[in-house]
């Protein structure tokens, strides 16, 4: 029954949709530490990549491990990985050891757990956000956003980032090549509009990694000013996306210097050096 997506009827009082609205459905992954929230895309990606089985479920019953995550992640940024023990994380999800026990046997399943708890997070976080966007910039704008705030909804992400830097480089390093695909996956309608990316003079991936990249390094080198930040990325990508051409007329109708030629141009020219 492998890779099969095994479909519950949520109940209809109890079910929340992804939109968070009663009578709708959210979809689930059923794992080894028990029910964690995800996007359908998520759950879609991950089902043909990991050939998991995914289904839908009902209510609250991924509130449990949630909870006990989060507080795990409490933990690491107080007493570091190393000296955070499963006695810690029991007291401040406020849950019995042996209710900690029955999603997690060990102190290894649980740190395992933690990075794919956010990974999936911040994974949904991306999906929910350009949901329903348009193929242009407010696409790019809302999947910048989500980056950059993400810390803001998740306290406890960020403080462990703060705290025990080494141990969220790791993390960071571990789950990059998935996220790359996953904004390359987002931003498709975009990347493909670009010239540079329909003459072949950059690949959508490379692009996609390099949009990644300058927003999570916010969380390495927090910014003041973020949305300040956001508006510059949009900008800089609108200019990449409508560059002018050679011979295009200027204002006054004159064509254009060689200087404002067209970011493929001065790319050609760069290679042909």
């Known amino acids: 029954m492998e890779g099969i997506e095994y479909l519950i009827e949520c109940n209809e009082s109890n079910a929340m949709s ?18 964690e929230p995800c996007s359908e895309l998520e759950a879609r990606r991950q089902t ?53 026990y029955r999603y997690f046997k060990t102190k290894g399943e649980l740190l395992t757990a933690i990075s794919d708890h956010v990974r999936r997070g ?10 329903g966007q348009p193929a242009d910039s407010g696409r790019l704008r809302a999947t910048v956003d989500a980056i950059m705030h993400y810390g803001d909804d998740h306290p406890e992400v960020s403080r462990v980032i703060e705290a025990e830097p080494a141990f969220a480089l790791q993390f960071i390093r571990d789950i990059f090549p998935s996220f790359v695909a996953q904004m390359t996956e987002l931003l498709a309608p975009v990347l493909d509009d670009l010239g540079i990316v329909q003459e072949g003079t950059v690949r959508r991936e490379v692009l996609a990694e390099l949009l990644l990249r300058a927003t999570s390094s916010l969380y390495l080198i927090p910014s003041p000013n973020p949305d300040e930040l956001t508006d510059a990325v949009v900008t800089l990508w609108a200019s990449v996306a409508a560059p002018a051409k050679v011979g295009d007329p200027g204002p006054e109708g004159e064509a254009r210097p060689d200087s404002e030629v067209s970011l493929q141009g001065r790319s050609r020219r760069l290679g042909e050096g």
């Open 48 to 100: 043909e990549v990991t050939r998991s089985d995914w289904r839908h479920a009902v209510g609250n019953r991924f509130e449990t491990p949630a909870k006990i995550l989060d507080a795990a992640l409490g933990c690491i940024a107080a007493r570091g990985p190393a000296k955070m023990s499963l006695r810690d994380v029991s007291a401040a999800a406020e849950v019995s050891r042996g209710t900690l």
């Open 122 to 131: 911040v994974s949904a976080a991306l999906d929910e956000a350009v949901a």
């Open 18 to 35: 992804d939109a968070g609205e009663p009578g709708g459905h959210r979809w689930l992954l059923d794992g080894p530490w028990g029910l």
